[in-house]
């Protein structure tokens, strides 16, 4: 009996060697190792005094809304950032590979872009576009020059969801229809309007939302017609032709779905929509929210991978790089309708937000960040592909630049969500020093989403401690 358990053993310490052997050869290291390390950062937090989490979090459900959530089961006091990184209140460093929800562009307290917010802020830090003043004129001369084609007029706002509120407005009054299609799994804002163009149950409630049609989601990994866009489009004419006047006011999507698991659509789609939608009378919507400012890799903005130019492009999150910033890029001919009424925005173009903004486009381009995207994802996404050949959790990778999604599921061959160990996955991330995102109708896909300063070393660590941690799920 002994000798056969000896057998046994030998077998298994074989097989071991050889898992070691397969998993150094395509760049990871021994499963039983020991958790990775964060890569080196030269700087130290200043010394913490204030409140704890324990504290916070007792004023939070005491005086915040019931409807704020939190990541972790024991949720963590942050309480500075420097770049790439975040620490909480114990002085631990942690990978930030969301971003505070895809915002932080730069990175945390970019210090050109600190430089210029602070300047702003001795000399004025308030008034309304009742007034002149070059900050706001400067930067939207600057975003002007970023956009293709004729889209020149720029409507600043303070977040996504008014800029996509803005958005679907202009369509409406320029089209005189009222009809508008988004596609299911889509994310487009909270707010009343905007809340109608999202189709996620989990971020609707039950209020009118009327005149809005959701089309089937050209996901590849998902979708009823894999990546054949045509199939997808086709849905979109139907739709107009049995479920509209035949006329509508627009179309919106995101490049790549952000909330609903970064989720890219079908090559070629938009090109087939864009036509179909503009046929019907329709102006068509890029929501470039989270696909902006270089991030994707390939190109500045998202759209631009599926070679169209939308009608109007609404953008937040990075444009200010935690700066409560949106805006809104049209035509001169899409803008004027607007000018039959007032059309103000008070906080819209604050001299502080302009400056801001306004540095944080010249940081990206001096520091040549939509390239480092490119390389730094296309490396992260070589890595993430190798280490789905290695755990059947790994359904799916996906994504350009640093805008990623890894689906878990339980069963690749019926794709069914790994909703409990996603869950277990992402406690053990934040252990091992990684802060990342969630996103997907179950929860199951973690969305890395980093400061666009995320390094090469950072990627490596990233994956190796996902390998880690499933490797002990």
Same mark, same amino acid.
């Given at each position: 009996m002994a000798f056969r358990r000896s057998l046994v053993k030998r077998s298994l310490d074989v097989a071991a060697a050889k898992r070691w052997h397969t998993a150094s050869a395509r760049g990871f290291s021994s499963i039983s190792r020991d958790p990775p390390e964060l890569p080196p950062f030269d700087y130290s937090p200043k010394p913490y005094k204030g409140p704890l989490a324990d504290d916070v979090?007792?004023?939070?459900?005491?005086?915040?809304?019931?409807?704020?959530?939190h990541y972790y089961q024991k949720p963590i006091n942050i309480v500075e950032g420097k770049m790439q990184y975040l620490f909480d209140?114990?002085?631990?460093?942690?990978?930030?590979?969301?971003?505070?929800?895809?915002?932080?562009?730069c990175g945390h307290c970019h210090p050109e872009v600190l430089d210029a917010i602070f300047e702003q802020s001795k000399l004025l830090q308030h008034a309304t576009t009742i007034y002149l003043h070059h900050a706001i004129a400067d930067f939207a001369e600057a975003l002007a020059s970023k956009m293709p084609g004729n889209l020149k007029v720029v409507y600043f706002v303070n977040s996504g969801s008014e800029a996509n509120d803005l958005a679907m407005l202009m369509a409406r009054v320029y089209t005189g229809a009222l009809g508008m299609i988004s596609l299911r799994?889509?994310?487009?804002?909270?707010?009343?309007?905007?809340?109608?163009?999202?189709?996620?149950?989990?971020?609707?409630?039950?209020?009118?939302? !009327?005149?809005?049609?959701?089309? /089937?989601? &050209? $996901?590849?990994?998902?979708?009823?017609? %894999?990546?054949?866009?045509?199939?997808?489009?086709?849905?979109?004419q139907d739709h107009i032709?049995?479920?509209?006047?035949?006329?509508?006011?627009?179309?919106?999507?995101?490049?790549?779905?952000?909330?609903?698991?970064?989720?890219?659509?079908?090559?070629?789609?938009?090109k087939l929509v864009y036509d179909i939608v503009r046929k019907a009378g329709g102006v068509c919507i890029a929501d470039e929210v989270q696909t902006?400012?270089?991030?994707?890799?390939?190109?500045?903005? !998202?759209?631009?991978?599926?070679? /169209?130019? &939308? $009608?109007?492009?609404?953008?937040?999150? %990075?444009?200010?790089n935690g700066l409560p910033l949106g805006a809104v890029v049209t035509t001169p001919e899409i803008a004027n309708v607007l000018a039959q009424k007032f059309q103000f925005n008070t906080f819209g173009g604050n001299p502080v937000c302009s400056a801001g903004g306004h540095a944080v486009l010249r940081v990206l381009d001096k520091e040549k960040r939509q390239e480092h995207c490119a390389g730094v994802g296309s490396h992260l996404i070589g890595r993430l592909r190798v280490l789905q050949q290695r755990?059947?959790?790994?359904?799916?990778?996906?994504?350009?630049?640093?805008?990623?999604?890894?689906?878990?599921?339980?069963?690749?061959?019926?794709?069914?969500?790994?909703?409990?160990?996603?869950?277990?996955?992402?406690?053990k991330l934040r252990e091992?020093?990684?802060?990342?995102?969630?996103?997907?109708?179950?929860?199951?896909?973690?969305?890395?989403?980093?400061?666009?300063?995320?390094?090469?070393?950072?990627?490596?660590?990233l994956v190796d401690a996902l390998d880690y941690a499933i490797s002990k799920l």
């Open positions: 979090l007792r004023k939070r459900k005491t005086f915040l809304g019931p409807s704020l959530f209140d114990s002085g631990r460093r942690y990978l930030d590979a969301f971003a505070g929800i895809v915002t932080v562009s799994n889509a994310y487009h804002g909270g707010s009343s309007n905007t809340m109608g163009l999202t189709a996620l149950n989990t971020w609707k409630y039950s209020i009118p939302q !009327g005149e809005i049609h959701h089309v /089937v989601n &050209p $996901d590849p990994y998902r979708g009823l017609f %894999g990546s054949d866009a045509s199939c997808y489009a086709k849905d979109i032709d049995y479920g509209t006047s035949g006329k509508v006011a627009g179309f919106i999507a995101e490049t790549i779905q952000g909330v609903g698991g970064a989720v890219e659509l079908a090559p070629g789609y938009l902006g400012f270089g991030r994707t890799g390939n190109h500045y903005w !998202g759209f631009e991978s599926q070679d /169209v130019i &939308p $009608d109007i492009v609404t953008m937040a999150k %990075g444009i200010g755990h059947d959790i790994i359904g799916d990778v996906r994504g350009r630049g640093l805008m990623v999604g890894i689906e878990l599921v339980t069963d690749r061959k019926e794709k069914t969500p790994a909703k409990a160990e996603t869950a277990v996955l992402f406690e091992l020093g990684i802060l990342i995102g969630k996103g997907g109708l179950h929860g199951n896909v973690f969305r890395i989403k980093p400061p666009m300063c995320f390094t090469q070393d950072d990627a490596d660590f």
